[in-house]
């Protein structure tokens, strides 16, 4: 059950890889405060739902968690008109990992997929974004 924790804190510091990014495009979105629901699969096991909330703004619009530990780095970022698409390496006490990401937006909502790699598993999550009104 331990490493199952670990593997599961694992998922949710990938969130909160990326804080603020500058780059040429970016997504057609609407910017504001978004609720996420992201769910977990590892090993033929299913995690319960992560809920969480995150002010999506023009420049910072990879989902995140806030106040995780980051030790995270992003290799590549692909934006298009509605999807984003990362890549990124993350170093815990476990060992280095690596996940993909995209995310597809329609104004209002969004949803996507993450794939994290580990030392131990492959771990797969889907994500859901609701806009909710502006950023407090």
């Known amino acids: ?3 199952l924790r670990k593997s599961f804190f694992t998922i949710v510091l990938f969130i909160s890889i990326i804080s603020t990014f500058t780059y040429a495009k970016t997504p057609d979105i609407k910017g504001g405060m978004w ?14 739902p992560v809920l969480y909330e995150y002010c999506i703004t ?8 806030k106040n995780l530990e980051k030790n995270c780095k992003t290799l590549d970022v692909k934006v298009s008109k509605n999807s984003v698409e990362w890549k ?10 690596y996940s993909k990401g ?8 969004a949803k996507g997929q993450i794939d994290v790699i580990t ?16 950023c407090k």
């Open 1 to 3: 059950m331990n490493d």
């Open 35 to 48: 609720s996420w629901s992201m769910t977990m699969e590892m090993a033929g096991m299913q995690m319960p």
């Open 58 to 65: 023009k420049k910072d619009f990879i989902p995140e968690q």
């Open 88 to 97: 990124t390496e993350c170093k815990s006490a476990e060992g280095t990992y």
């Open 102 to 109: 995209k995310i597809i937006y329609t104004k209002t909502t």
């Open 119 to 134: 030392p131990a598993m492959i771990m797969k999550s889907k994500i859901s974004g609701k806009y909710k009104g502006s």
